[in-house]
């Protein structure tokens, strides 16, 4: 079955803009998470959502938002980019959220660089 | 806060096998331990999981201290293509945050 997808898997924006990723989950997955991995901070956890409700959030600003539809996708935004905000954004379904028997599957990440 | 804890890199020997040991300050009763890698710029990839006794799948063996404050990732035959950054991380059955260390970086070398 097909795995998770994630657009755009490449973008350039300019400091002030925003952006909008999209994540679609593997089919019957309902829970989705999205995390930002930099060389200097690793992988971060951002939020997580499941049935169309944000379940939990890191420790992000509020330019950092999501949202996840009906049908599990999910988007997230970032209002006003800073340059900081250049990282690969990953999104990772799981058949159960939050559950220690969900196991996560991630996209191949959408790159965003900030100029 | 509970801190995960690995070693920053390691060699191993193609063929040989690789050990990772990750270490846990604290861990829940119902948290259990989960395996990924991440090959460069590609997302992670799932590798095992475990709570309290020791698991085996096509992939790799995870070894689980009885404290199950410690945990070691066994990939019996290592080739060059298992050349990634490993991370182990907890995972309970409640909403909580995912945390990711640095993870390991492994060198398969031929």
């Known amino acids: 079955k097909a795995g998770v997808t994630q657009t755009p898997r490449y973008l350039i924006k300019t400091r002030g803009q925003q952006v909008t990723l999209s994540c679609s989950p593997i089919?019957?997955?309902?829970?989705v998470s999205w995390y930002q991995q930099t060389p200097g901070q690793g992988l971060q956890f951002l939020f997580e959502?499941?049935?169309?409700?944000?379940?939990n959030k890191g420790n992000f600003p509020g330019r950092f938002s999501g949202r996840q539809f009906s049908n599990s996708r999910s988007e997230m935004n970032v209002s006003t980019l800073e340059l900081g905000d250049s990282a690969l954004y990953l999104c990772?379904?799981?058949?159960?959220?939050?559950?220690?028997?969900?196991?996560?599957?991630f996209g191949e990440g959408s790159r965003l660089t900030v100029l | 806060d509970a801190k995960t804890t690995q070693p920053t890199s390691m060699d191993c020997a193609e063929g040989r096998a690789a050990n990772l040991p990750c270490n846990h300050s604290?861990?829940?009763?119902?948290?259990?331990v989960y395996w990924y890698r991440q090959i460069h710029s590609q997302g992670p990839q799932y590798i095992i999981h475990?709570?309290?006794n020791n698991e085996t799948n096509e992939m790799a063996s995870l070894i689980i201290t009885e404290d199950r404050k410690s945990s070691t990732l066994i990939l019996p035959h290592a080739t060059l293509r298992d050349t990634a950054v490993y991370y182990c991380?907890?995972?309970?059955?409640?909403?909580?945050?995912?945390?990711f260390g640095p993870g390991t970086s492994l060198s398969v070398i031929p």
């Open positions: 990772a379904s799981s058949l159960l959220g939050g559950a220690g028997t969900g196991e996560l599957f």
């Open positions: 089919s019957g997955h309902r829970s």
């Open positions: 959502y499941f049935s169309e409700t944000q379940r």
């Open positions: 604290t861990i829940s009763g119902n948290e259990y």
């Open positions: 475990g709570l309290k």
């Open positions: 991380i907890r995972r309970g059955t409640s909403y909580d945050k995912v945390i």
